[in-house]
């Protein structure tokens, strides 16, 4: 499934809701865009496709090009052998019901329907994958604006089976292609592979990561024919990989999230000193649900302030050996009737994995100043939209609506760096989180090749691509060589 690469997506964001057809490259590299599901609009995708090929002839059918039987489409998406499937229905009960087991970890409950014709009694969907909080592939963004451009719709006015949308309806599902498209560092290097691997990887760990793990290994055997899954293949937590990690049950351990420091005395006490090796493969997201993403900083929306340094966020938050440092917002720069306001500071349980995170990125382990108060996520946002002295920390989707984030500067004398996606996608903001991969690595022993070369893969800018989709953003080239220096 491979994509178009927008070289003015920002500027062509605006174009994809004029009424005529604007494509977003005007040349762009050769891509394959794969479709399965309904027969009955089949005609209608194939002269779309046609038609978008007059904009972007380098792109055409994939192999999985194939419209044969709706009720193909649900197995399609999947297990993401299309990019889209086609369908002159909603899902089925039946079909959504596994499609939202099967990405549980990716927070997808149904496919994202997307009507390009017809009328709701005579309906025509182009069903795709759409991860939260993050933007389809370029290829297939391409494909369905220009079925909801005046030209596609004009098709689908000649081809007859469905009636063209109107205005107010295309508009709308226009919006739906909506979602931030994190760059890729053109320095990224292209996976080459040093020499033919054979073996089996086995990988036990996040259900985060399922789909990417999924996508990795697919296009990894592709290049690699003669390496497969283990016998230990599966992903339904962070936690079952690490102790998978532990019992020796498995190669890879994929992790959306720090080790956390008992977690590291639980591995020394059954592997005496050693420390898993740990690659990170991809940084945390954005705003998406339930998942591993930038730590924003709460205040309430009375509060002036509008930035904190690192070292004044631990001063806050840590206990500076036995009392905090900070109490009073006059010691953050607030002047006036704030100047001598008490800082009361309010934080998801000690154990949840945004504290534990904080805990290590803001205080380096250290202790929690014991005047926080710990409640849970819903209770503590609801105590920081209530009270004017409040300060706390979380996913921004934790957040109630109202609260004011705060910028934060990774030291003294460096400009402040809001939350946004785009400083959180380049690491700009110093509260941005990875994904890692974890492995068992005996010292002064080289990695199973099978193993290192995978994780070659991974660190290239062939794996790095599909990241910009999953909800999670890509690692920059610096990251990479860095990770993949731990290989050697």
């Not at 953050?332 to 945004?354: F, K, Q, S």
């Amino acid at each position: 499934m491979n994509a178009i690469r927008l070289t003015a997506r920002s500027a062509c964001a605006a174009l994809l809701f004029a009424c005529s057809f604007a494509p977003c490259t005007a040349a762009p590299p050769a891509a394959a865009i794969n479709s399965i599901g309904d027969p009955a609009m089949a005609p209608l995708m194939d002269a779309w496709l046609a038609g978008l090929r007059q904009h972007h002839p380098r792109l055409h059918k994939g192999p999985r090009w194939r419209h044969e039987s709706v009720a193909a489409a649900a197995g399609a998406l999947m297990f993401e052998t299309a990019d889209m499937a086609p369908m002159a229905r909603l899902p089925l009960p039946s079909e959504t019901a596994p499609y939202a087991h099967q990405f549980a970890g990716d927070m997808m409950k149904t496919p994202l329907m997307i009507r390009v014709a017809g009328t709701p009694e005579h309906p025509a969907y182009i069903a795709v994958n759409k991860r939260p909080g993050s933007p389809l592939p370029l290829a297939t963004t391409e494909f369905i604006a220009f079925a909801l451009s005046a030209e596609g719709q004009a098709i689908a006015a000649r081809q007859g089976s469905y009636a063209p949308l109107n205005a107010d309806d295309t508009q709308a599902e226009r919006a739906k292609l909506d979602g931030f498209v994190a760059s890729l560092d053109p320095a990224l290097p292209v996976y080459k592979a040093k020499t033919a691997v054979r073996g089996a990887i086995r990988s036990d760990g996040s259900d985060g990561m399922k789909s990417l793990m999924e996508r990795w290994m697919n296009d990894f055997e592709r290049v690699q024919p003669g390496v497969r899954r283990g016998e230990r293949w599966e992903h339904p937590g962070t936690l079952n990989g690490f102790h998978a990690l532990m019992a020796g049950e498995t190669d890879l351990a994929p992790m959306g999230r720090e080790l956390w420091p008992e977690e590291q005395a639980a591995y020394a006490s059954v592997l005496p000193g050693r420390k898993p090796l740990e690659i990170k493969v991809a940084r945390g997201g954005f705003n998406t649900p339930q998942r591993t993403t930038a730590q924003a900083v709460f205040v309430h929306p009375s509060n002036p302030l509008a930035s904190l340094t690192m070292a004044q966020l631990r001063a806050v938050l840590g206990d500076g050996g036995g009392a905090a440092s900070v109490t009073r917002w006059g010691q953050l720069g607030l002047t006036g009737a704030w100047a001598d306001r008490p800082i009361h500071i309010y934080m998801p349980p000690a154990v949840a994995p945004n504290s534990m995170s904080m805990q290590e990125m803001v205080l380096a382990g250290g202790r929690w100043n014991p005047a926080a108060q710990p409640g849970s996520i819903a209770d503590t946002a609801q105590a920081l939209l209530r009270d004017p002295d409040a300060i706390g920390f979380g996913g921004l989707e934790e957040g109630a609506p109202g609260l004011k984030t705060l910028a934060i500067a990774p030291a003294d004398g460096v400009a402040p760096v809001e939350l946004n996606a785009a400083n959180a996608a380049s690491g700009a903001y110093p509260l941005t989180r990875y994904m890692y991969i974890r492995l068992n690595r005996r010292p002064g022993q080289p990695l199973p090749p099978q193993i290192r070369e995978f994780l070659r893969y991974v660190l290239s800018r062939d794996a790095q691509e599909p990241v910009r989709y999953s909800g999670y953003f890509p690692l920059t080239a610096d990251e990479v060589r860095r990770e993949l220096a731990k290989l050697d």
